[in-house]
């Protein structure tokens, strides 16, 4: 065919070839003409780039390189490491060590090398000197003063999604993300197996299954500014392994870093290993009782070294990861001051699951996650992210007030973990007009005396000192026990106690030594309120319930008269007015139609079909209302008063129905009675009188 020609010369010129022959010579000319075109246009891109080539200098070659991998890589001034932009995870920037950015540009070098004899000239050789000349001048063409990673935007494997508009939005480098969530973003998700679960090792406690989801959202979303950590406490078997893998899961286990107290606060170079990553996992079943100044810096939003064994250190970062304990028992610290109890969201974990019954939802095996829960991870993040955020700070900040449950674990751990505050507990009662002095701590030398100190029932020191020497605690230093003390009862219990001075010494205004005449409760365990350091609120769930007591009370009567009306009207044609009640006892009426049912040879209704009516009316009627609840409060209040009369302030009861957050604490002390509300230690609400079961003696 000619070069210029048409198919149709082609056939008019070999009238006698097939079909199929012709087929098989389109096809061969289509695919010379195909590899003609590559092999030309690779020509022309060869010769583009050998005009291209740098000139056989360093700083050529280290400017050409940073004009081609514009982008692709940088060097952190902040770390002083290189990134590179996709070459483990596709849109996240990952650090890359000395030897493989030498090695990239050692290849670059050798190509241009071979692209220069190409061109007709001596190919040029390299040395180490020049390769490591190349990436000093291309580190400084590729330098970033700042490494902002671009915020409001969560990385997940196939793009970043805005978290402002939760739309998912493609990868760019622009955004300086260096981390990833190790999933797909799938809208459709859901996790019905992990609420399930959640909800079951809470004990039904919704408000606390709530506290957990506001905080995973903030481990997602860097959310270190709440200045909060979780510390999960109890045994074996009670879920927290899970907890804080589904945590892990979550966010990927290269963004969490697990480590314990003791380690953190004794070795210089841990901290380093935080740095990026948004979780740090605590383990601690050993018994800690060392400082925390860098448990305090982690989750205060204070800087931490950045040092790295054998290299110079790089000064502080400030790190964006959140912080859970898991533990059997308290952590113990010498810090008795308010800066870490007031970041310490302490959760009791006792529902311990049997043996036989436990098995690994969700466990890290050989570098991967495994387990049931697994496949519901993107759907346990879409259940996340759903939470709005502004409710899940007040959540997580005012927990005290939205997870009423957890007032009790808060008052023991002050307790536990401060020896002042068990002090405080045991043996000073709150009086707002009382004064007692400080004081000193003076040996008794009297051996018939029953103390080991002077003054114990005058002078706060010393009756703390006299605890300390019969519980075995270490006493703190007179000037150090009277700013602890200060500090506990004004920042942590919120009490209105002041410290003040006289010729005679210091002394406390508010605070009275317990003797045997005090009848009051423990000042933190006896009274859960007295731990409250929130904003005043109005505590206004009585007025409320009666509220709605009210509207369903009338609700109820109005649904009680329509159904009466309703029946009263679907009458036979024939029925006299007085008889058309098809129920009885709903409405008043009159005393000779009340409770019958009567119908004339006129009467096109059947007594069955009345009945039938009558029966579906009371089973609808039988379902309890409000007012019925009501009402039957009230006869149980008047009709079992002489029963509960036993029940006196001080004696030992247990709940009938007591929920699972309290079941610690069980049996429980009454410490106040209102009519037939009761108020009991270690609990925050009143109870029903006709809830509680004395215990025997």
Known sequence: MPAKGDITDWVEAHPNKSTDELIKRLNRGITKAAERNEQEKQRKEEKEKLENLP??????????????????????????????????????????????????????????????????KKRPSYTISFINGVTALLKLDLAVRRWNEASGLLPMLNGVLDLETKKLLPHSPENRLTWCLPYNYNILATCEPIQEWLLTMCNGDRALVELMRAYLLGIVTGRTDWQKYLELVGAGGTGKSTLTRLATALVGQENVHTTTLKKLEKEKFETASIAGKRLVLINDSERYAGEVGKLKNLTGQDSLPYEVKFKQSKGGFTPSALVIVSTNEVIQSCDYTSGLARRRISIPMFNQIKGDRQKNLIEHKNGEMRGDFLPYIPGLLNWVLSMDESKATSIVKNYEANVPSLLAMKARTLVETNPIADWLDNFVVYQPDARTNVGVAKRDKDSNSSHWYLDTDKWLYANYCEYCHNSGTRPVSLRRFVTLL????????????????????????????????????????????????????????????????????????????????SLNDDECDGCPKGYRSAYDGILKKSSNNQNKVKCGSECNT???????????????????????????????????????????????????????????????????IDGQMVALEMVNELIEMERLEKCPK
């Open 606 to 672: 059947t007594i069955e079909g009345v009945e039938k009516k009558k029966e579906r009316s009371h089973k609808f009627l039988d379902m309890p209302s409000y007012a019925e609840q009501r009402e039957s409060q009230i006869q149980v209040e008047q009709g079992i008063s002489n029963d509960y009369s036993a029940i006196t302030v001080g004696d030992r009861v247990e709940i009938s129905d007591c929920p699972g957050h309290w079941s610690w604490a069980s049996p429980f002390t009454v410490g106040a």
């Open 55 to 120: 000139d056989w200098s360093q700083s050529d070659i280290a400017e050409w390189l940073a004009n081609k991998y514009q982008g692709q890589l940088a060097w952190n001034v902040e770390q002083q490491e290189w990134y590179r932009y996709s070459s483990i995870k596709k849109g996240i920037w990952n650090s890359e060590s000395a030897e493989l950015i030498g090695q990239l540009v050692k290849s670059q070098v050798k190509a241009i090398a071979n692209g220069t004899a190409r061109r007709g």
């Open 486 to 565: 200060s500090d506990l009862g004004k920042n942590q219990l919120g009490l209105d106690i002041r410290r003040e001075r006289d010729r005679f010494g210091s002394y406390f205004v508010g605070l009275k030594i317990r003797d045997v005449n005090d009848t009051s409760l423990p000042l933190i365990t006896g009274n859960s309120e007295v731990v409250i350091n929130t904003n005043p609120q109005l505590d206004n769930t009585n007025v409320i319930n009666r509220l709605w007591t009210m509207v369903m009370d009338k609700v109820t009567d109005m649904m009680d008269y329509v159904m009466d009306k």
